[in-house]
């Protein structure tokens, strides 16, 4: 067979693969239902801030009231 003919049947075969794949895991996060003002971590979310881009990641320890109906970290 024909080194042609071999590429064309491994590209043929993974084209097969990837359509069929299905990913195991889907995750969904939502900032608003998601938010707490209880934990710093909270799961895939953490509030705080860095100095720059790639920094040091500095959570927020203490939470406050933005109006009497708006709470923040």
Known sequence: MALI???????M???ILGM???????AVFNAASDFSL???????WRYGWSS???SNFNLY????????TIDLW
């Open 20 to 26: 069929t794949a299905k990913p195991s895991f889907s």
């Open 38 to 44: 209880t934990n710093n971590p909270n799961g895939a």
């Open 5 to 11: 003919e071999k590429f064309k049947i491994m590209l």
């Open 61 to 68: 320890s203490n939470l406050g009231k933005l109006t009497p």
């Open 13 to 15: 075969a993974a084209f």
């Open 52 to 54: 720059s881009l790639g």
